[in-house]
Protein backbone atom coordinates (compact mmCIF):
# COMPACT_ATOMS: atom_id res chain seq x y z
CA UNK A 1 0.00 0.00 0.00
CA UNK A 2 1.28 3.76 -0.84
CA UNK A 3 -0.28 7.03 0.62
CA UNK A 4 0.85 10.20 -0.08
CA UNK A 5 1.75 11.77 3.69
CA UNK A 6 3.77 15.51 4.32
CA UNK A 7 5.82 16.86 6.87
CA UNK A 8 6.11 20.57 7.65
CA UNK A 9 8.98 22.02 8.46
CA UNK A 10 10.97 25.77 7.58
CA UNK A 11 12.97 23.63 5.17
CA UNK A 12 12.67 21.97 2.13
CA UNK A 13 13.62 18.31 2.85
CA UNK A 14 14.02 16.21 -0.47
CA UNK A 15 16.03 13.54 1.66
CA UNK A 16 14.67 13.03 5.12
CA UNK A 17 17.81 11.50 6.98
CA UNK A 18 17.58 8.36 9.18
CA UNK A 19 18.58 9.33 13.02
CA UNK A 20 18.07 12.88 13.07
CA UNK A 21 15.40 14.21 15.30
CA UNK A 22 14.85 15.35 19.08
CA UNK A 23 14.57 11.91 21.51
CA UNK A 24 12.46 13.75 23.07
CA UNK A 25 9.48 13.86 20.61
CA UNK A 26 6.53 12.01 21.31
CA UNK A 27 7.24 8.89 19.87
CA UNK A 28 10.67 9.44 20.29
CA UNK A 29 13.40 10.11 17.25
CA UNK A 30 12.01 10.07 13.60
CA UNK A 31 10.41 11.79 11.04
CA UNK A 32 6.83 12.87 12.25
CA UNK A 33 4.59 13.47 9.06
CA UNK A 34 0.61 13.65 8.21
CA UNK A 35 -2.03 12.54 5.77
CA UNK A 36 -3.26 16.21 6.12
CA UNK A 37 -1.15 19.30 4.44
CA UNK A 38 -3.16 21.85 6.18
CA UNK A 39 -1.72 20.21 9.37
CA UNK A 40 1.46 20.20 8.08
CA UNK A 41 1.39 23.69 6.89
CA UNK A 42 0.53 24.38 10.64
CA UNK A 43 3.47 22.62 12.31
CA UNK A 44 5.70 23.70 9.67
CA UNK A 45 5.05 27.84 10.76
CA UNK A 46 5.00 26.70 14.60
CA UNK A 47 7.70 29.26 15.12
CA UNK A 48 6.17 32.21 13.66
CA UNK A 49 8.30 31.36 10.12
CA UNK A 50 7.41 30.35 6.76
CA UNK A 51 7.83 27.33 5.74
CA UNK A 52 6.48 24.48 3.61
CA UNK A 53 4.82 21.25 3.79
CA UNK A 54 7.02 18.94 1.93
CA UNK A 55 4.71 16.11 0.39
CA UNK A 56 6.38 12.37 -0.37
CA UNK A 57 4.91 9.05 -1.13
CA UNK A 58 5.05 5.84 1.57
CA UNK A 59 5.38 2.54 0.79
CA UNK A 60 4.30 0.36 3.46
CA UNK A 61 5.62 -2.89 1.33
CA UNK A 62 7.10 -5.15 3.06
CA UNK A 63 7.10 -2.68 6.48
CA UNK A 64 6.14 -3.40 10.17
CA UNK A 65 3.32 -0.69 11.47
CA UNK A 66 1.84 -0.30 15.05
CA UNK A 67 -1.53 1.78 14.80
CA UNK A 68 -1.93 3.16 18.60
CA UNK A 69 -5.17 4.29 17.17
CA UNK A 70 -6.37 0.81 16.72
CA UNK A 71 -8.63 -1.84 18.81
CA UNK A 72 -5.54 -3.51 19.73
CA UNK A 73 -4.45 -0.28 21.84
CA UNK A 74 -5.71 1.90 24.29
CA UNK A 75 -5.49 5.52 25.20
CA UNK A 76 -3.23 4.71 27.84
CA UNK A 77 -0.78 2.74 25.74
CA UNK A 78 -0.77 6.25 23.78
CA UNK A 79 -0.29 7.98 27.02
CA UNK A 80 2.71 5.37 28.12
CA UNK A 81 4.51 6.54 25.19
CA UNK A 82 4.82 9.95 25.99
CA UNK A 83 5.40 9.45 29.47
CA UNK A 84 8.64 7.41 28.36
CA UNK A 85 9.48 10.40 25.85
CA UNK A 86 8.34 13.78 26.95
CA UNK A 87 10.62 15.53 29.64
CA UNK A 88 8.10 18.26 31.14
CA UNK A 89 4.97 17.25 32.52
CA UNK A 90 2.98 19.07 35.53
CA UNK A 91 3.86 18.52 39.10
CA UNK A 92 1.51 17.33 41.88
CA UNK A 93 0.77 14.99 44.61
CA UNK A 94 -0.08 12.12 42.26
CA UNK A 95 1.42 12.84 38.54
CA UNK A 96 4.68 10.96 39.01
CA UNK A 97 3.39 8.02 40.99
CA UNK A 98 0.85 7.95 37.97
CA UNK A 99 2.93 8.75 35.34
CA UNK A 100 5.00 5.73 36.58
CA UNK A 101 2.39 3.39 36.90
CA UNK A 102 1.08 3.68 33.39
CA UNK A 103 4.65 3.16 32.12
CA UNK A 104 5.06 0.21 34.34
CA UNK A 105 1.99 -1.26 33.13
CA UNK A 106 1.05 -0.09 29.48
CA UNK A 107 4.25 0.81 27.84
CA UNK A 108 4.53 -1.31 25.04
CA UNK A 109 7.74 -1.95 23.42
CA UNK A 110 7.70 -0.33 19.80
CA UNK A 111 11.43 -1.07 18.72
CA UNK A 112 10.60 -3.90 16.76
CA UNK A 113 8.40 -1.24 14.23
CA UNK A 114 9.52 0.56 11.35
CA UNK A 115 6.24 3.01 11.27
CA UNK A 116 4.37 3.96 14.65
CA UNK A 117 0.53 5.83 13.65
CA UNK A 118 -0.85 7.52 16.64
CA UNK A 119 -2.33 11.06 18.31
CA UNK A 120 0.21 14.06 18.04
CA UNK A 121 0.08 15.79 21.33
CA UNK A 122 0.31 19.06 20.66
CA UNK A 123 0.21 21.65 23.25
CA UNK A 124 -3.99 21.41 23.72
CA UNK A 125 -3.61 17.77 23.93
CA UNK A 126 -0.63 17.62 25.95
CA UNK A 127 -2.34 19.77 28.38
CA UNK A 128 -5.42 16.80 28.30
CA UNK A 129 -3.11 14.25 28.80
CA UNK A 130 -1.74 15.87 32.03
CA UNK A 131 -4.71 16.82 33.34
CA UNK A 132 -5.99 12.97 33.13
CA UNK A 133 -2.39 11.74 34.96
CA UNK A 134 -2.86 14.67 37.94
CA UNK A 135 -6.48 12.93 38.31
CA UNK A 136 -8.24 16.09 37.05
CA UNK A 137 -10.37 14.20 34.20
CA UNK A 138 -11.84 10.43 33.70
CA UNK A 139 -10.51 8.22 31.49
CA UNK A 140 -14.36 8.65 28.98
CA UNK A 141 -13.39 12.84 29.27
CA UNK A 142 -9.89 12.20 27.76
CA UNK A 143 -11.32 10.32 24.93
CA UNK A 144 -13.87 12.50 24.10
CA UNK A 145 -10.72 15.10 24.74
CA UNK A 146 -8.28 13.64 21.52
CA UNK A 147 -10.78 13.62 19.35
CA UNK A 148 -11.51 17.51 19.49
CA UNK A 149 -10.49 20.29 17.30
CA UNK A 150 -9.21 17.85 14.19
CA UNK A 151 -6.20 16.53 15.80
CA UNK A 152 -5.66 14.08 12.85
CA UNK A 153 -3.11 11.29 13.39
CA UNK A 154 0.71 11.35 12.70
CA UNK A 155 2.94 8.61 10.79
CA UNK A 156 6.13 8.14 12.54
CA UNK A 157 9.00 6.86 10.49
CA UNK A 158 11.28 5.19 12.93
CA UNK A 159 13.47 2.47 10.93
CA UNK A 160 16.55 2.92 8.32
CA UNK A 161 14.15 0.51 6.44
CA UNK A 162 11.15 2.71 6.56
CA UNK A 163 13.65 5.39 5.07
CA UNK A 164 14.19 3.79 2.75
CA UNK A 165 10.36 3.53 1.37
CA UNK A 166 9.40 7.29 1.26
CA UNK A 167 10.03 9.33 -1.67
CA UNK A 168 10.35 13.09 -2.15
CA UNK A 169 7.27 14.43 -4.51
CA UNK A 170 7.13 18.16 -3.85
CA UNK A 171 6.51 20.59 -1.41
CA UNK A 172 3.57 23.85 -0.81
CA UNK A 173 4.62 27.19 0.59
CA UNK A 174 3.04 27.78 4.01
CA UNK A 175 2.70 31.57 5.08
CA UNK A 176 3.47 32.39 8.79
CA UNK A 177 1.17 35.13 8.77
CA UNK A 178 -1.94 32.70 7.71
CA UNK A 179 -0.76 29.54 9.00
CA UNK A 180 0.29 30.80 12.71
CA UNK A 181 -3.25 32.17 13.40
CA UNK A 182 -4.90 28.81 11.50
CA UNK A 183 -2.93 26.75 14.60
CA UNK A 184 -3.17 29.43 17.06
CA UNK A 185 -7.40 28.95 16.11
CA UNK A 186 -7.49 25.21 16.27
CA UNK A 187 -5.74 25.14 19.98
CA UNK A 188 -8.22 27.90 20.93
CA UNK A 189 -10.87 25.56 19.16
CA UNK A 190 -9.91 22.43 21.18
CA UNK A 191 -9.47 24.09 24.70
CA UNK A 192 -12.64 25.90 24.32
CA UNK A 193 -14.59 22.28 23.46
CA UNK A 194 -12.55 20.59 26.08
CA UNK A 195 -13.76 23.20 29.09
CA UNK A 196 -17.33 22.08 27.85
CA UNK A 197 -16.56 18.51 27.68
CA UNK A 198 -14.85 18.77 31.23
CA UNK A 199 -17.60 20.89 33.22
CA UNK A 200 -20.54 18.29 31.65
CA UNK A 201 -21.47 15.95 34.31
CA UNK A 202 -19.40 12.62 34.65
CA UNK A 203 -20.61 9.31 34.16
CA UNK A 204 -21.08 7.21 37.42
CA UNK A 205 -19.39 4.79 36.12
CA UNK A 206 -16.05 7.02 34.59
CA UNK A 207 -12.68 5.80 35.33
CA UNK A 208 -9.97 7.78 36.76
CA UNK A 209 -6.41 7.57 37.51
CA UNK A 210 -6.68 6.48 40.71
CA UNK A 211 -9.15 4.10 40.08
CA UNK A 212 -6.75 2.58 38.00
CA UNK A 213 -4.14 2.49 39.89
CA UNK A 214 -6.13 1.50 43.51
CA UNK A 215 -7.55 -1.34 41.60
CA UNK A 216 -4.42 -2.61 39.45
CA UNK A 217 -5.92 -2.40 36.78
CA UNK A 218 -3.52 -3.35 33.73
CA UNK A 219 -2.97 -3.65 29.80
CA UNK A 220 -5.41 -4.96 28.18
CA UNK A 221 -8.76 -4.76 30.44
CA UNK A 222 -11.93 -4.58 29.30
CA UNK A 223 -12.66 -1.51 31.36
CA UNK A 224 -10.64 0.38 29.38
CA UNK A 225 -12.07 -0.04 25.97
Same mark, same amino acid.
Given at each position: ??EIVYHGSEKIIEKPE????? !? ?10 ? @????? #? ?5 ? &? ?32 ? !? ?9 ? *? ?5 AKDYIKQNFLIDTSG ?33 ? @???? =? ?8 ? &? ?7 ? *? ?17 ? !?? @? ?5 ? &? #? ?9 ? =? ?6 ? &? ?5 ? @?
Amino acid at each position: MKEIVYHGSEKIIEKPEYGLGS !LHNDYGRGFYCT @REVEL #AKEWACS &KGNDGYANSYELDYSGLLVINLNSDDYSILNWLA !LLAENRTYWQQ *GSISKEAKDYIKQNFLIDTSGYDVIIGYRADDSYFSFAQDFVSGTISLGKLSEAM @RLGR =LGEQIVLKSK &KAFECIKYS *GNELALAEEYSIKKANRDA !LA @RRAYRQT &K #AASADINDIYI =LDIMREGI &KNGDPRL @R
